[in-house]
Structures are given as C-alpha cells and as structure tokens.
C-alpha cells in the first residue's frame, strides 16, 4: 500500500512568492490534516477536512495560507505571498472513516528566503 | 482545553538501559492515547496507542498504560538500542463524535532521545 504522498519534498523560495505543497491521502481515508513543525512552536494543526469539506482552519495562521480539497484523491495547501516565518516542515495526515490514527507524509520542508 | 504536556529533552542514554518518557494530558472528556515517534528527516510514524482506562499500548518493546487516576501515559522500554534515536510525541484524540469523521490529535512537544553505543 502506498502511503500518504507529499510533493515537493524540498522547497526553497524567495520572499514574496506563491509556494503550494500537495499532498495524496491514502485510498479510503476519508480525512485529510495538515501540519507544520517548527523548532519554536513544535507541531500544530492548521486544518483538517472530512469528506473533502474543511471541518476546522482555526490552526492557519492567517489569509495568506489556504488550503482545498477538490476531491477525496488530493488536498494542496499554499502561501502566497510567503514570508521567511513560513520555513518549516510541513506534514499531510490522513485517516479512515470512524477511526483516529493518522498516518503522516514524509513531509515538505520548505525554506522561505 | 485539552493539552498534552511531556517531559522535555534530549533524553541521553546508553545502549541496553531502561527508559521512561513521562506524558500527562488534560482531558475533559474520555480520550484515546497515542505515541507517535518521528525519525530523523522523516514523517510522524504511530508506535502505540490505548483506547480506554487500563489498556496497555505495546509495540516493538515500548509499553505505556493508559492511567486516569494519574492522567499519565508515559512510554518504557525494558533495553533501548541506538535504532531507537528518535522523537517521541505523546497525543490525544477523541473518538470522532460524528459517523465517518475522523478526530484531530492534540500532540505534546516533542522528547527527543539519543542511544549511545
């Protein structure tokens, strides 16, 4: 079975710019959750979504992250414009239906210059 | 709110030695209980997990018993090796409170352990 999918794994982007990172669930998990990770803040949830519909955002730091879930198959998430403070590992969960272990991506570890 | 708080690191140890990650949680409902481990330059990996009072998470030789009178659920393993060298995370989550809804995990920061050989 293929796990959670991330893409890219690496991002390096100037200042200013639009990044967006996507992310494959797992056939049959039904929800979808992105995480970043910071060396100051640890790990924190930024949104999930079930069936596609975003359930909670109130972890996005403000307008210039969004994230969609145009279909059960792939979620992205972007920030535009990005700032330094966005650098991070950035990690996609996804779940079965009626269940709550996560398993995670690899991650994107993104670099905002 | 609900929160997950572990002892901080970086836990050092020594290669067959006994080791304890402490975890307590603030909880205001039943939650279940989890230990993610997250190896270097890679994604958050599931180790254990108990669902109820009293259960007792085990696998690959790392234990945690579900204790609501301490609200613990701290990680051991009888003789760490150096493939143990990791990030542990403790969490909790709640049972999804609507059919085919899965729960969000609430994570603790993060202990860090080093196996020296």
């Known amino acids: 079975d293929a796990g959670v999918i991330q893409s890219p794994r690496h991002e390096v982007t100037e200042m200013g710019q639009e990044v967006t990172l996507r992310c494959k669930p797992i056939?049959?998990?039904?929800?979808l959750f992105w995480y970043r990770q910071t060396m100051m803040r640890g790990l924190e949830l930024l949104i999930y979504?079930?069936?596609?519909?975003?359930?909670?955002d109130s972890g996005m730091p403000e307008d210039r992250f969004s994230a969609k879930m145009p279909n059960a198959s792939f979620s992205t998430l972007k920030i535009q414009p990005s700032e330094p403070r966005d650098s991070a590992v950035y990690f996609c969960?996804?779940?079965?239906?009626?269940?709550?272990?996560?398993?995670f991506g690899p991650g994107t570890r993104l670099t905002v210059l | 709110g609900d929160s997950v708080t572990q002892m901080e690191g970086p836990v050092t140890l020594s290669e067959e030695a006994f080791l304890t990650i402490n975890c307590t949680y603030t909880a205001t409902g039943y939650p279940s209980l989890f230990w993610y481990v997250q190896y270097p330059g890679e994604g958050l990996q599931l180790l254990l997990k108990a669902t109820k009072a009293d259960d007792k998470g085990s696998n690959k030789g790392f234990e945690a018993t579900y204790r609501k009178e301490t609200t613990s659920f701290h990680l051991e393993k009888g003789s760490v090796q150096v493939s143990d060298s990791a990030v542990y995370f403790c969490?909790?989550?709640?049972?999804?409170?609507?059919?085919?809804?899965?729960?969000?995990?609430?994570f603790g920061q993060g202990t860090e352990l080093s196996v020296k050989p």
């Open positions: 056939s049959g998990h039904n929800s």
């Open positions: 969960a996804s779940s079965k239906p009626v269940y709550n272990e996560q398993f």
């Open positions: 979504f079930n069936n596609n519909v975003p359930i909670d």
């Open positions: 969490a909790l989550s709640y049972p999804p409170p609507i059919y085919n809804q899965g729960g969000k995990l609430i």
